[in-house]
């Protein structure tokens, strides 16, 4: 950091042209503030490494009412917050940021007609956590129970009309399986792959190292994060189907991955079409089915 002979002036004014890139929605409790100083950091290294790749400094980060901290260590200290989308393209740059760590952690809402016996329930889900359980040859490694992965049973109250079953289940999980190298491909976090570290390229900035890929390995991680973010909705089904047996599926979405190769959900929920999008609140309290509007921004990219 120090060889980039930066001043102090001047590292301010780069963390103020940051930060008015910042667009919060956010409550203003304390996890809201930490969020925003930190990204201020993550975008700053961001516009730095665009301006050494000749282009314009524009990353920006719009946040939901719930940004907060991360419960990602190594993400959180490359200077990216939580709850809200990150951009620095237009989906098509062949640029990619591997430092926010894309999981494909989401969330399936099934519905069920009949609540199941608590009885009954513990037992299976102790089988399934045991079993030997593979998605086209990879041993899955479950991961509920960890960090703030779950099953939840709810009681459905219908506001709106829906034909909606009258009790639904709520499973929160990514993986864990394809972080790394894995048969499939290189894997989706920097530091746990050893293909990505010769890969990327590391850019040096007066707030710390980015690591980024570019040109066709670029493309070569989009195709495989396709790959997890379907390897995930999967999973979470084949926990479902294991537990529950007959349900009906409400919801599958991903919260934490990407929409194209410039821009990630970070905890947030992001809609193209009508649908239906769970939300969570804490445990002991009720959590939500909302329907998400068609956005009029702009149509993301999924090429």
Request: charged share 25%; aromatic share 10%; proline share 4%.
């Amino acid at each position: 950091m120090d060889n980039l002979n930066v001043s102090k002036e001047d590292k301010a004014e780069l963390l103020k042209r940051a930060k008015r890139h910042i667009f919060s929605l956010g409550v203003g409790d304390i996890g809201s503030a930490l969020c925003r100083v930190n990204m201020k950091y993550g975008l700053a290294k961001i516009h730095w490494m665009q301006e050494e790749l000749g282009m314009e400094p524009n990353a920006t980060f719009i946040s939901g009412p719930d940004e907060t901290i991360s419960r990602n260590t190594q993400r959180w200290q490359g200077g990216i917050g939580y709850g809200g989308k990150l951009s620095w393209g237009e989906g098509n740059e062949k640029l990619f940021v591997l430092d926010v760590m894309p999981n494909t952690c989401g969330m399936l809402v099934g519905g069920l007609n009949k609540l199941p016996r608590y009885e009954d329930l513990i037992p299976r889900i102790h089988d399934v956590l045991n079993k030997n359980i593979e998605i086209d040859g990879i041993p899955i490694e479950w991961d509920f129970g960890k960090g703030n992965h779950f099953i939840d049973l709810f009681r459905v109250r219908r506001l709106d009309g829906s034909n909606l079953p009258p009790y639904a289940f709520l499973i929160h999980s990514g993986n864990q399986e394809l972080k790394g190298d894995n048969p499939k491909g290189s894997g989706l976090y920097y530091h746990k792959s050893k293909q990505l570290r010769e890969t990327a390229k590391t850019i040096s900035t007066p707030f710390g190292d980015l690591h980024v890929l570019l040109d066709k390995e670029v493309e070569s991680y989009w195709k495989f994060y396709l790959y997890a973010e379907l390897f995930s909705k999967r999973r979470r089904l084949v926990a479902a189907k294991e537990i529950f047996d007959d349900f009906v599926e409400i919801a599958n979405v991903t919260h934490q991955g990407l929409l194209n190769k410039n821009e990630v959900l970070l905890g947030i929920n992001y809609s193209l079409e009508e649908s239906l999008l769970p939300i969570g609140t804490k445990a002991g309290l009720p959590s939500f089915l909302v329907k998400g509007k068609k956005t009029c921004l702009k149509k993301t990219l999924r090429t």
